[in-house]
């Protein structure tokens, strides 16, 4: 018995369906079955109630299942102490829902664990605990937490959206503002996707809103924020990656869909791994 022949089973019981479970490993169908059939003779028992298109696990197949779990984060562990042992780091594969607490916690968690490989990602749409589930990432930061058995989800850190107001603007006076109420005029934002910026899509489309969202490259945004007397959006969290000059405020936006209390996700079974990270967002303060 192998680690492969393991990774299979645990792929076959996740997805339920052995075709599924072949493509994603990469193999074919009938590999996976025979896969299959020498691990059950191997533990001498059926793992699975066969269905018509899908397989369940049984009885014997849970515990199975349990116990495999246990050894595979057995041998990731081993692996990792190996790695460290031979001077290389620990590997963290992180997804962030928007870029603004990307830019926030990235920088600043590789400082705090320089021997920690972070790989960060930005990730969009519903899919986070399907990611979890199928290993692509250890960890995800959400914007709500995840309904779901194998996840785990902690409250980690808030953002909220900025308007960012010319001074000799009407607007510049008031002291707070729901984008609902903002007048017909260009709104600049950055293209860089994310939580935020779908936000503020579905509520200016969605509710036939006047206003013209300009998006470019960063950097052309920011020059555009600098240069012109055209509205943008900016958040906590991005915020000391921001120059918007000296000629601007920044108004709070009041539209609760633009106010988020961020989550850490990530699979019951990885929590060892990633621990490191959890330690560290204990003692993180988001600036005010």
């Known amino acids: 018995m192998d680690i492969s022949a393991l990774e299979a ?5 996740e997805t339920g369906s052995l075709t599924r479970a072949a493509e994603r490993l990469h193999v074919s169908q009938p590999a996976m079955s025979a896969a299959l059939k020498k691990f059950e ?30 050894v595979l984060r ?4 081993l692996r990792e102490d190996v790695r460290r042992a031979a001077g290389q780091g620990q590997t963290l594969c992180i997804a962030f829902c928007d870029p603004g607490v990307r830019w926030f916690s990235a920088p600043r968690f590789a400082v705090a664990r320089p021997d920690i490989d972070v790989r960060d990602d930005l990730y969009e749409g519903d899919e986070a605990a399907r990611l979890l589930k199928e290993r692509v990432y250890d960890l995800m930061v959400t914007p709500a937490p995840l309904a779901d058995s194998r996840i785990l989800s902690r409250p ?11 001074e000799g603007s009407p607007l510049a006076q008031k002291s707070s503002l729901s984008l609902r109420n903002i007048p017909a005029q ?4 950055p293209q860089i996707g994310g939580y935020f910026l779908t936000r503020m899509e579905q509520i ?15 950097n052309v945004t ?36 633009l106010n988020v209390l961020y989550y850490l996700s990530f699979l019951k079974a990885e929590r060892e791994k990633v621990r490191p990270f959890l330690q560290w967002a204990k003692a993180c303060e988001a600036p005010e």
């Open 9 to 13: 089973f645990k792929m076959i019981a």
């Open 204 to 218: 200016i489309a969605g509710e036939g809103l006047p206003i013209t969202l300009v998006k470019n490259n960063y």
């Open 222 to 257: 920011q020059h555009l924020i600098r240069t012109t007397n055209f509205l943008a959006a900016i958040s906590t969290l991005s915020s000391d990656l921001r120059n918007d000059g000296e000629h601007r405020v920044r108004i709070p936006l009041t539209d609760p869909e």
């Open 156 to 166: 980690f850190l808030r953002d909220r959206v900025f308007l960012s107001v010319p």
């Open 74 to 77: 057995a041998v990731e562990k």
């Open 41 to 70: 003779a191997e533990l001498g028992a059926q793992l699975f109630d066969r269905e018509v298109n899908r397989i369940r696990l049984n009885a014997a197949g849970e515990l199975a299942l349990e116990r495999v779990n246990a």
């Open 186 to 189: 260009p709104f600049l934002y």
